[in-house]
């Protein structure tokens, strides 16, 4: 069964840091990009980071310099470590794949169910 399974969110002050984690499981033969989205309270999902297998970066200009996305290519885990955190970063953070399939070799996109980050002021 082809999933992602985020984990790491949770409460933190104003100012703290927190490391989020997904990882990617099933019949995967390769991703081509992974990445991370935010939904806050009464937005819409919006990008945050993205990171292509060779380790190429993008993020929304809002992030940069406060969060690094990284990568585990051997282990199909991404990382987002967010520094300096403030109370608008709260919300819903999902991963992103883009995966080639085993076997059938299907280009697919995939999205985890999402961990809650809440920032205090």
């Known amino acids: 069964q082809l999933q992602l399974v985020e984990s790491g969110g949770g409460l933190v002050q104003a100012g703290g840091s927190l490391r989020l984690s997904c990882a990617a499981s099933g019949r995967i033969l390769s991703i081509n990009t992974m990445g991370w989205y935010r939904q806050g309270p009464g937005k819409q999902r919006e990008l945050v980071a993205t990171?292509?297998?060779?380790?190429?970066?993008n993020y929304d200009n809002s992030k940069k310099g406060r969060f690094t996305i990284s990568s585990d290519n051997a282990k199909n885990t991404v990382y987002l470590q967010m520094n300096s955190l403030k109370p608008e970063d709260t919300g819903v953070y999902y991963c992103?794949?883009?995966?080639?399939?085993?076997?059938?070799?299907?280009?697919?996109?995939?999205w985890g169910r999402g961990t809650l980050v809440t920032v205090s002021s």
């Open positions: 992103n794949a883009g995966v080639i399939t085993s076997g059938s070799q299907r280009r697919l996109e995939l």
């Open positions: 990171i292509a297998s060779g380790g190429s970066a």
